[in-house]
């Protein structure tokens, strides 16, 4: 496999991660009531914080991670280590 057919593999790859985070956290944050989350008290006062956005973020934090573990394995196996 010529490396233009793994680079374009390895952006489609991508762009499938994050298109299904980022479905995957529209539809948590559809699921979810505005009202549920936590409440985190500060010596200035309280922060709310909707379990919708703890779900968003989350997806986009693992989008995020497996993004950096593919574009790190292509990186060692254009390196020539086997990962």
Not at 25 to 46: C, D, F, H, W
Not at 52 to 68: P, Q, S
Not at 69 to 81: E, I, K, P
Request: proline share 4%.
């Amino acid at each position: 496999m010529t490396v233009l057919a793994q680079t374009l593999q390895l952006a489609i790859r991508i762009a499938i991660v994050w298109a299904g985070g980022f479905v995957f956290a529209v539809s948590i944050r559809a699921a979810l009531p505005e009202k549920l989350g936590y409440n985190i008290t500060m010596r200035q006062g309280t922060l709310f914080v909707p379990f919708d956005r703890v779900g968003f973020w989350t997806c986009v934090l693992a989008a995020l991670i497996v993004t950096c573990m593919v574009v790190f394995r292509a990186m060692v196996a254009d390196l020539g280590f086997k990962p």
